[in-house]
């Protein structure tokens, strides 16, 4: 309920800096703009219900801000968020003076505070004062700013938009200091005529000693308001510390064995701050986003259930059991923990990823391909032609694999791994994978066709293909993570294609393929092989070119009823 406060009352006072510097681009056209402007400002803002809504928004929002400083057990923080924090507690004083001159004036002693007025207070008397002001306004829409994009930058449709977010992020305030110069220009003008001067003393009912002695008074007494607030939060915070550390300290271990202690009552992830520890955030520890999630390990026993907010992300995101977000765990009591996502986890984490990326068991179909004496072929040329040439054939070869909906798992040197039936039955993934090798021996030909100006001897390649059960799902660290499998299939596959050098043809399948594509191989040689690590061997058919096999029948993208059925369960 808090953050909703927090997030709502902020949306309050951005939209309120928003229309106000909107207000001053106005000037750019003329004072008359800038005024006509301001009439609708006030028209909404100094209504009752925009000034309740408005200053209860202003006080609610710092109120919060203390109260989120004082939960803090840390601020060993990020640039942005210590940013954001310091400009957030600055607003409160650079805005003091200002309402009090304006608004205040004018509910107390009737000065018409309209734009002449302003200006003339902040350009022509004490342009200091409109220096403050302009910081003020560019300090609290940058305040706003940060706020906005750490919240939105989780949604999904926010990276399409935040380049033109920002431009007007950037584009507002600009043209808001521009119209205000303007306008100050114009007024300086206007000025200088006494006879103009005097008429608008008199229209403003300029404030005299007393209101300008009420001024201050207030401002003072605002700011002592503020700085011990302030101040009663530090006392709090070192009261708490005393407290706490008397009840005795709690064992956070971290993989590799690092050890840090904290006081009953502080996050993990603010623990993993305070001993330097890297840990993923993205929302800044809000609740919002996930990325800092863990797996418990020993002592998870003693960890309190999760509320009912942590428990909505967590299945937001698909947390198996024992899995809990590193800004929401204060632990008790000594525990070990495991971090689940690099440092460098963007907004894109925080979303669910499909089952398969998790990690799953799958039946699937994987197909190795390698070109055939290519160390032999890149002695004798330059590294720019070698990078040529092995381009031109990954893109022929993958090029194939989406064609026939297989995935793409890597590249590994000069050769390509593709699994098929991933998404689908093993049945067409075998289909398909028989007709990727077909299709792949003719995209090799027409590629030797192609570069045979730049081609020694034509290219040639072994490719083998298993079925087995495998593990599927997203591996890897940092920049180098993707879908990819592992198992005894995949070895085995890889051991098929190495083959085709000892049978010396292109391609070589298991029978389990053929059998399971309802493909009949019989025409090609039949042999058993034996695998490293199996006690059976394997049968295979060995094919001299791919492309001699009889293309086989797909139907891509479709699937039986009975299909449909079996990759559902």
């Not at 309920?1 to 928003?18: D, E, H, K, P, Q």
């Not at 002449?116 to 002001?133: D, F, H, M, R």
């Not at 949604?155 to 306008?183: D, E, Q």
């Not at 009840?247 to 840090?260: A, E, K, Q, S």
């Amino acid at each position: 309920m808090l953050a909703t406060i927090r997030l709502i009352s902020g949306l309050v006072l951005f939209v309120y800096v928003g229309t106000h510097l909107i207000n001053h681009s106005w000037g750019l056209a003329s004072m008359e703009a800038l005024n006509f402007g301001r009439e609708i400002f006030v028209t909404v803002w100094r209504s009752w219900p925009g000034t309740i809504l408005l200053y209860g928004a202003l006080l609610a929002h710092f109120i919060l801000i203390l109260w989120s400083l004082y939960n803090r057990r840390t601020f060993r923080v990020r640039v942005w968020e210590m940013a954001q924090i310091l400009l957030g507690l600055a607003i409160p004083f650079l805005l003091a003076e200002h309402v009090l001159g304006t608004r205040g004036l004018n509910a107390t002693f009737g000065v018409i505070d309209d734009y002449i007025y302003e200006i003339l207070v902040l350009w022509v008397y004490a342009p200091e004062k409109g220096v403050v002001q302009t910081v003020l306004l560019v300090t609290a829409w940058l305040h706003g700013c940060a706020g906005l994009h750490f919240w939105l930058r989780l949604k999904p449709w926010y990276r399409a938009c935040s380049p033109y977010l920002f431009a007007f992020a950037i584009v507002l305030p600009v043209t808001a200091i521009f119209g205000f110069v303007a306008a100050g220009r114009e007024i300086k003008v206007l000025a200088e005529s006494p006879v103009w001067l005097e008429d608008m003393t008199i229209h403003i009912n300029w404030p005299n000693e007393s209101a300008v002695i009420w001024v201050g008074r207030w401002k003072v007494m605002i700011w002592q308001i503020c700085g011990g607030l302030l101040a009663a939060v530090v006392v709090a915070r070192g009261l708490r510390w005393a407290l706490e550390r008397r009840r005795g300290m709690v064992r956070l271990t971290y993989p590799g064995g690092r050890v840090t202690q904290i006081t009953p009552g502080i996050t993990v992830l603010e623990a993993s701050r305070e001993a330097g520890i890297d840990h993923a955030s993205v929302c800044g520890g809000r609740g919002r986003c996930s990325t800092c999630r863990i797996r418990l390990g020993e002592g998870r026993e003693h960890v309190a259930s999760a509320s009912a907010d942590e428990q909505k992300v967590l299945k937001r995101v698909g947390a198996p059991e024992h899995v809990r977000l590193a800004c929401q765990l204060r632990p008790t009591k000594d525990l070990e923990v495991i971090p689940l996502l690099p440092a460098n986890a963007t907004p894109k984490d925080a979303h669910r990823k499909p089952a398969r990326l998790q990690g799953s068991e799958r039946e699937v179909a994987i197909l190795f391909a390698d070109i055939r004496q290519f160390t032999q072929f890149s002695e004798n040329k330059l590294p720019y032609d070698v990078v040529f040439v092995l381009n031109r054939y990954f893109r022929a070869m993958g090029e194939v694999v989406n064609q026939t909906g297989g995935e793409l798992d890597k590249f590994i040197g000069d050769g390509v791994m593709a699994l098929f039936g991933a998404n689908t039955t093993p049945e067409e993934g075998c289909r398909r994978a028989l007709e990727a090798a077909r299709r792949m021996s003719t995209a090799l030909d027409d590629l030797n066709h192609a570069l045979r100006a730049d081609l020694d001897a034509p290219l040639r390649i072994g490719i083998g293909i298993h079925l087995g059960t495998v593990i599927v799902g997203e591996m890897g660290f940092s920049n180098a993570v993707s879908f990819t499998a592992i198992g005894d299939a995949v070895n085995t596959a890889s051991r098929l294609e190495q083959a085709t050098k000892e049978y010396t043809c292109q391609l070589i399948v298991s029978e389990q393929i053929c059998r399971r594509a309802g493909v009949s191989l019989d025409e090609f040689p039949a042999h058993e092989i034996q695998i490293r690590g199996r006690n059976q061997p394997v049968k295979i058919r060995c094919i001299k070119k791919a492309s001699d096999m009889a293309e086989t029948k797909l139907e891509l993208g479709r699937r039986s009823r009975r299909e449909r059925g079996a990759a559902a369960e």
